[in-house]
Nanobody, 126 residues
Framework: QLQLVESGGGLVQPGGSLTLSCAASGFTLDYYAIGWFRRAPGKEREGISIISTSDTNTWYADSVKGRFTISRDNAKNTVYLQMNNLKFEDTAVYYC???????????????????WGQGTQVTVSS
């Protein structure tokens, strides 16, 4: 059964750090890009980071650039999102999704993602 499972969310103070994991099962991660998205209360879903099948081809939203780092460990079939210097406005449910595009490409449209995880809550609060 094809599945994406996010973990690592939680409650953190402003300035703190969290690392989210996106564990894939039922398919080989090597051949797919993975995107991280988030939805804050009352806001639209936002794409925040994407990693292609090539570790060197990544994308970040301006809102997280310089603070978040995406990486992948194909041996563990897992993608990570290291989040540093967290801010109140980072509070959201974070989702990972599988991008079905050509090898090495960055899927820029939501339509290019075919499987989504259930999400993990990140709350930044003092």
């Amino acid at each position: 059964q094809l599945q994406l499972v996010e973990s690592g969310g939680g409650l953190v103070q402003p300035g703190g750090s969290l690392t989210l994991s996106c564990a894939a099962s039922g398919f080989t991660l090597d051949y797919y890009a993975i995107g991280w998205f988030r939805r804050a209360p009352g806001k639209e879903r936002e794409g925040i980071s994407i990693i292609s099948t090539s570790d060197t081809n990544t994308w970040y939203a301006d809102s997280v650039k310089g603070r978040f780092t995406i990486s992948r460990d194909n041996a563990k079939n897992t993608v990570y999102l290291q989040m540093n210097n967290l801010k109140f406005e980072d509070t959201a449910v974070y989702y990972c999704a599988r991008g079905n595009v050509n090898l090495g490409s960055i899927p820029v449209s939501v339509d290019q993602y075919d499987y989504w995880g259930q999400g993990t809550q990140v709350t930044v609060s003092s």
